[in-house]
């Protein structure tokens, strides 16, 4: 198995924040180049990058970002959020968010806001809150809002297949695409 740092490059220093929340098909056709190592990944085979803050967050960009560049709008999109929330809580708890570059701590932040529990979301809040960046925050609160009205993010609804209700179809007609 490669080691991380292929990842990072591609993600950090070939690719920016236009490219990670577009939802462009062309970035996730770039993103196909990491489908196995996604795969190595997600079957839990990237253990010995857990020796680095910076192999801790290439593990995690892999399970949160890739799982829904490599397959959105399907069910395996959401497929690793467990595995990578929880691995989330451990590098946190390690401090590990604290030693890489400011701009990708918040990758390690990223599977809070993805979650669908409130208690998980309102942790999410507090580490955006303590990153500073004004516009990561105001996601995350986004984020959390919409847990706490439905308890789930609607538009997962049909990739999952779960019954939208009325007030989940009404939220997503006014969200213009926002879709979390």
Same mark, same amino acid.
């Given at each position: 198995m490669?080691?991380?740092e292929? %990842?990072i490059r591609f993600w950090?220093?070939?690719?920016?924040? &236009? #490219? !990670?929340?577009?939802? &462009?098909?062309a970035? #996730?056709a770039k993103c196909?180049?990491?489908?196995? =190592?996604?795969?190595?990944?997600a079957?839990?085979? *990237? !253990? *010995?990058w857990?020796e680095?803050?910076?192999?801790?967050?290439? +593990? =995690? $960009?892999?399970? &949160?970002?890739?799982?829904?560049?490599l397959?959105?709008?399907?069910?395996?999109?959401?497929?690793? &959020?467990?595995?990578a929330?929880? =691995?989330?809580?451990?590098?946190?708890?390690?401090?590990? @968010?604290?030693?890489v +570059?400011?701009g !990708?701590?918040?990758?390690?932040?990223?599977?809070?806001?993805h979650? +669908?529990?409130?208690? $998980?979301? @309102?942790?999410g809040?507090?580490l955006?809150?303590?990153?500073?960046?004004?516009?990561?925050l105001?996601?995350? $609160? #986004?984020?959390? @809002?919409?847990i706490?009205?439905?308890?789930?993010?609607?538009?997962?609804?049909?990739? =999952?297949?779960?019954?939208s209700t009325p007030?989940? %179809?009404?939220?997503?007609?006014?969200? @213009?695409?926002?879709?979390?």
């Open positions: 490669q080691g991380p292929e %990842l950090f220093v070939e690719h920016g924040y &236009d #490219d !990670w929340f577009s939802g &462009d098909a970035f #996730d196909n180049r990491f489908a196995e =190592l996604h795969a190595q990944v079957r839990g085979e *990237a !253990w *010995a857990r680095t803050p910076e192999g801790r967050l290439a +593990e =995690l $960009i892999l399970l &949160d970002q890739f799982s829904r560049q397959h959105r709008g399907r069910p395996e999109a959401f497929a690793q &959020d467990k595995m929330l929880a =691995l989330a809580q451990e590098a946190v708890a390690g401090g590990h @968010d604290m030693a +570059e400011q !990708w701590a918040m990758f390690f932040y990223m599977p809070y806001m979650a +669908e529990s409130l208690v $998980i979301q @309102d942790e809040v507090k955006f809150a303590a990153m500073g960046n004004e516009n990561a105001q996601y995350m $609160i #986004d984020h959390r @809002d919409t706490a009205r439905f308890g789930r993010f609607p538009f997962r609804n049909q990739a =999952l297949g779960r019954q007030e989940e %179809l009404a939220y997503m007609q006014q969200q @213009d695409g926002r879709a979390f």
